[in-house]
């Protein structure tokens, strides 16, 4: 069974960068899908990015293009969130998640496409 360890996060002030990692672990597919999405109590769980492993397909939820991106090591199963910029309200609980799969789609992707989920990670962006 696929299992996602977080990594990352933490508190920074506004207009700086955090990078976010998820890790993967037992999984036996030659490729994955990893999206990233957060979520604040006053709000369903939002996309975020994601991007394909280990093939170097990316997309960024338009909100965010520009300041955020996706990286990824093929050495292992890993895909970072880089978060550049950053604002108060992108303060928020990140999901790692992912699942098996070669075929991904640059668009927003569903909570409810993913199998798999990391622990979450707290990023808090204030003065």
């Known amino acids: 069974q696929l299992q996602l360890t977080q990594s990352g996060g933490g508190w920074v002030q506004p207009g700086g960068s955090l990078r976010l990692s998820c890790t993967a672990s037992g999984g036996t597919s030659s490729g994955y899908i990893v999206g990233w999405f957060r979520q604040t109590p006053s709000k369903e769980r939002e996309f975020v990015a994601a991007?394909?492993?280990?093939?170097?397909?990316?997309y960024v939820a338009r909100s965010m293009r520009g300041r955020f991106s996706i990286s990824r090591d093929n050495a292992e199963i890993a895909v970072h969130l880089q978060m550049n910029s950053l604002r108060p309200d992108d303060s928020a609980v990140y999901y790692c998640?992912?699942?098996?799969?070669?075929?991904?789609?640059?668009?927003?992707?569903?909570?409810?496409?993913?199998?798999?989920w990391g622990q979450g990670t707290r990023v808090t962006v204030s003065e």
């Open positions: 991007g394909a492993w280990p093939a170097d397909s990316a």
């Open positions: 998640a992912a699942k098996p799969s070669s075929w991904f789609t640059a668009s927003s992707y569903s909570p409810r496409d993913f199998d798999s």
